[in-house]
């Protein structure tokens, strides 16, 4: 089917608001992975859903920043009072079950922030 | 922690062959894989090593060696779309989510 997608694939917000990014994974894919990629810098880990549960959320830099998976597919991540340091291209990744080192990761096209 | 260096840009002639160096330091390797990625795309899967020696896929080749921690992508019969960055990312520690370098941007010129 269809590969990751990813919801807006712009979004432009002011300082202080709140933004939710949304991520639909391959179907079928239990593990799904949040990064960030800001120019010239390699994708820095966020927080890895296996199934609905966040097995592991050591990538998020700080409380301001909540993801969520309640069925096991689809995924949004929440930022909460953004700042300009937040400005980025969040990426969203999936696979088919997190659990294997050959366990090729498929990417989404990103969603850039832009926090003015 | 880990610690990934490749080369931020490297230049290339169509046509010719270019190798892209990575190199790492981490505790409990378990494996390296290469991306490519596209000003503005999302990264895409290239290669997966995780034994010594060199696999090869069509025009891309990807090298492993564990005791220098040092792997390198071999890219030949350059095309002006190979112009990419691309992205080396390692498995450590028992994790099975991988930590990125920065990437090098390759720019293939005629």
């Known amino acids: 089917g269809a590969g990751v997608s990813q919801t807006p694939s712009n979004k432009v917000t002011e300082k202080g608001k709140y933004v939710e990014l949304r991520c639909d994974p391959i179907s079928g894919h239990t593990a799904l992975y949040w990064y960030r990629q800001s120019l010239g810098q390699g994708p820095e880990f966020l927080i890895y859903?296996?199934?609905?549960?966040?097995?592991?959320d050591s990538g998020l830099p700080n409380d301001r920043f909540f993801a969520v998976r309640p069925e096991g597919s689809v995924s949004t991540l929440k930022i909460q009072r953004t700042e300009r340091g937040d400005s980025a291209v969040y990426l969203c990744?999936?696979?088919?079950?997190?659990?294997?080192?050959?366990?090729?990761?498929?990417f989404g096209p990103g969603t850039r922030l832009t926090v003015l | 922690g880990q610690n990934i260096d490749q080369p931020t840009e490297m230049t290339a002639t169509e046509g010719a062959i270019v190798q892209i160096n990575c190199t790492y330091q981490t505790s409990g390797f378990n494996g390296l894989f290469w991306y490519q990625q596209h000003a503005g795309e999302a990264p895409t899967f290239l290669s997966y090593n995780v034994l010594d020696g060199l696999e090869e896929k069509g025009r891309f080749s990807s090298f492993l060696s564990r005791s220098k921690g040092y792997s390198y992508l071999l890219l030949k019969e350059l095309q002006m779309k190979d112009s990419a960055s691309y992205l080396c990312?390692?498995?450590?520690?028992?994790?099975?989510?991988?930590?990125f370098g920065r990437g090098t941007s390759l720019i293939v010129h005629p």
């Open positions: 990744a999936s696979s088919r079950s997190g659990s294997q080192g050959t366990d090729t990761q498929y």
């Open positions: 990312a390692v498995l450590s520690g028992g994790s099975y989510i991988p930590t």
């Open positions: 859903f296996q199934g609905t549960g966040a097995a592991d």
